[in-house]
């Protein structure tokens, strides 16, 4: 399908992305990072397209097209670029040529690590400690439900350096073999690598600082202003998909003597899934093209197409089951998949609710 406000280029990337997504190695070992995986991506060009230039709009087109074909595959994508642009945006230049080729390359994986048991949306209340000792820090505390986590050879990580809110956390590249730094697993509905990370004094040298000290917020929030356009375009690849699929299914599935898209209360909902997905899509574009543009305050625009599009796939995946019937809760059904992994995108980097509230304080600025 042609999109007409996407430029040339960026068909053209979707349809590479596309094609890739059909040929990656197959599924890992669920809750693992599938390490084949990230190298595939990288020797197909797309965590090359990441890094050095991330691009909202590229992001967005690549995610989209990765989870419309492979969601394991947009998840590893995805999480390498969270995980590291921390790192690429304000890591010492020891710190980038350390790990940006190895992520790159699909060598390294990397996790972001900002929530805490006491501080989900309310990120900056976290309190793992970084104390200055010496020529560094000891980092003291713990972060729940980080991808890739505890696997992975290096975290970006939110650490509370002074008593003073957001204006007193500094961001550090914490390397995974940190002495001092252990994890655990949390195993959640979706196949998702992710688990908790436990601190106990675990020194780094201050070089590993990202950017200013006590100005790790602003890392951590430029990161997900550049993400979370993209966040949208994972949801709505899974939706597209959902769609796909029930276009398909309600072609051929007959009941009483005809196709179950010959009922219009089938093909109807259909329409409707169609219409909010394509309205999900120019949202996220639009988003994208505006933080790639340099405007200011772009934050309401993403949260806009995070918020829609979320809740938008997740209606698109549901009607798509309902129309496929109980086929569709089989184990190990396409449907089945994306019902469980269509969840959490409405919580994380900002759960819905917060994506209205950063809208409303744009209203009322
Ligand atoms: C699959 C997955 C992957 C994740 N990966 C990462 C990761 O890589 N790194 C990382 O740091 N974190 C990660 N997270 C954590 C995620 O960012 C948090 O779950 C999220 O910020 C919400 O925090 P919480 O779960 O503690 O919910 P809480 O903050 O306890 O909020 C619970 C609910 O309360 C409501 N709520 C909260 N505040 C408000 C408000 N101001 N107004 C109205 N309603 C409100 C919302 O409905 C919210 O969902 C991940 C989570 C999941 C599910």
Redesign the pocket.
């Known amino acids: 399908m042609t999109y007409t406000h996407l430029s040339p280029a960026h068909q053209e990337l979707r349809d590479h992305t596309s094609k890739v997504a059909a040929g990656l190695p197959a599924a890992g070992e669920p809750g693992r990072i599938n390490r084949p995986l990230l190298k595939a991506l990288s020797e197909h060009g797309l965590l090359g397209r990441l890094f050095p230039r991330t691009s909202a709009m590229d992001l967005c087109v690549i995610r989209e097209a990765l989870a419309r074909h492979n969601t394991e595959a947009e998840t590893a994508f995805a999480l390498q670029g ?1 995980g590291a642009y921390p790192i690429l945006l304000a890591g010492e230049k020891s710190v980038v040529d350390a790990w940006m080729p190895r992520i790159t390359a699909g060598e390294a994986a990397v ?5 805490e048991p006491g501080a ?4 900056a209340a976290l309190t793992l400690a970084a104390t200055p000792d010496g020529d560094g820090y000891r980092l003291a505390g713990e ?1 729940v ?3 890739n986590a505890p696997d992975a050879d290096v975290y970006s990580v939110f650490a509370r350096t002074s008593d003073n809110g957001a204006r007193g956390i500094t961001a550090f590249a914490v390397p995974g073999d940190a002495p001092g730094l252990t994890g655990t697993r949390q195993r ?1 509905v ?1 196949p ?1 690598p ?1 688990g908790r990370l436990h601190f106990k004094d675990v020194y780094v040298p201050a070089t590993s600082v990202l950017g200013e000290v006590d100005g790790g917020w602003r890392v951590a929030m430029r990161t997900l202003d550049m993400f979370r356009p993209s966040v949208g375009a994972f949801a709505l690849g899974m939706g597209q998909a959902a769609l796909d699929a029930a276009v398909a299914h309600t072609s051929e599935r007959e009941a009483f003597r005809k196709p179950l898209k010959d009922f219009q209360a089938v093909s109807h909902q259909l329409a409707d899934v169609a219409t909010s997905l394509q309205a999900a899509r120019l949202l996220i574009h639009d988003a994208a093209a505006a933080y790639d543009s340099g405007a200011e305050r772009t934050g309401h625009l993403s949260a806009m197409a995070k918020l829609f599009a979320t809740e938008a796939a997740q209606r698109a995946v549901d009607v798509a089951i309902q129309v496929h019937g109980a086929r569709a809760l089989e184990e190990g059904h396409l449907l089945e998949h994306l019902y469980r992994e269509i969840r ?1 995108p409405r ?5 819905s ?2 994506q209205r ?1 950063i809208i409303a304080r744009q209203l009322y600025r």
Not at 111 to 115: C, K, Y
Not at 347 to 351: D, F, N, R, T
């Open positions: 969270l996790g972001f690590a900002l929530t989900g949306s309310d990120a972060k439900f980080i991808s959640l979706s998702h992710i959490a919580i994380y980097e900002g759960a609710e917060i509230e």
